[in-house]
């Protein structure tokens, strides 16, 4: 699974890009926050279809308004801040949790940038995040060569009988989730995200010795 060239690069710059634009917001609008707080370090997983797709995102950055600045002038500010930087601007109002807030929304160069205004209190929301990239080329999937096989088990053991020597989860082929049409991806129900076999455990291999009942019946050649 290979980069795709620059892809990574264009998602840093943009992913810095925007920290810079919601820092100056909220130096702006909620001065005395401290905006280290503001955590966009790394790019993660959002689209789970093949190719994987990635973004910078930062969650709900909460600041208060100085208390002479009434929602009115907040949401203004905001619209005007992002306006004139180049930003798309809309406004909406939303009601979350019993909580009424104005939201201001900017858009650019797939970014995305959300301030939410309570209409009551001095709390401002601040949150952000690029668009969503692939960075890898996407690579078919190959199924693992077995731990054992016939030829190579060990003296006194026997294949296992549930992966018949793939020392990995048979049903997912080790990689831990099976491909899903609506999600990408979903976990394999069969070793829950253990990507071994669960009953070799990986080893491919049971020791004769330690075999069952039932588990003996799998082996008819090794009798009663």
């Not at 973004?55 to 801040?81: E, H, M, W």
């Not at 003996?216 to 090794?222: A, D, F, I, K, N």
Request: charged share 25%; net charge negative; hydrophobic share 30%.
């Amino acid at each position: 699974m290979g980069p795709i060239p620059g892809a990574r690069e264009e998602l840093d710059r943009l992913g810095q890009a925007l920290r810079a634009r919601l820092v100056e917001l909220i130096d702006d609008l909620a001065p005395g926050s401290d905006p280290s707080l503001l955590f966009l370090d790394e790019p993660r997983i959002v689209g789970w279809h093949e190719p994987l797709r990635y973004q910078y995102a930062a969650g709900c950055f909460r600041g208060k308004r100085p208390a002479n600045v009434s929602t009115t002038d907040i949401v203004s500010r905001a619209a005007a801040l992002l306006d004139s930087a180049g930003w798309e601007v809309a406004t909406s109002q939303e009601d979350a949790s019993g909580t009424p807030r104005t939201v201001v929304t900017g858009r650019h160069d797939g970014c995305s940038i959300e301030i939410r205004v309570a209409d009551h209190g001095s709390d401002t929301w601040f949150g952000g995040q690029t668009p969503a990239m692939a960075l890898y080329e996407p690579e078919e999937f190959r199924r693992p060569e077995p731990v054992h096989t016939a030829e190579t088990v060990t003296a006194g053991y026997v294949l296992c009988y549930e992966c018949d020597g793939l020392g990995w989860c048979y049903d997912c082929g080790g990689r831990g989730w099976l491909p899903d049409e609506t999600h990408g991806r979903r976990h394999c129900p069969a070793c829950h995200r253990r990507r071994v076999c669960v009953i070799c455990q990986g080893a491919a291999q049971l020791s004769v010795s330690d075999l069952s009942p039932y588990q003996r019946g799998h082996y008819p050649e090794l009798g009663r």
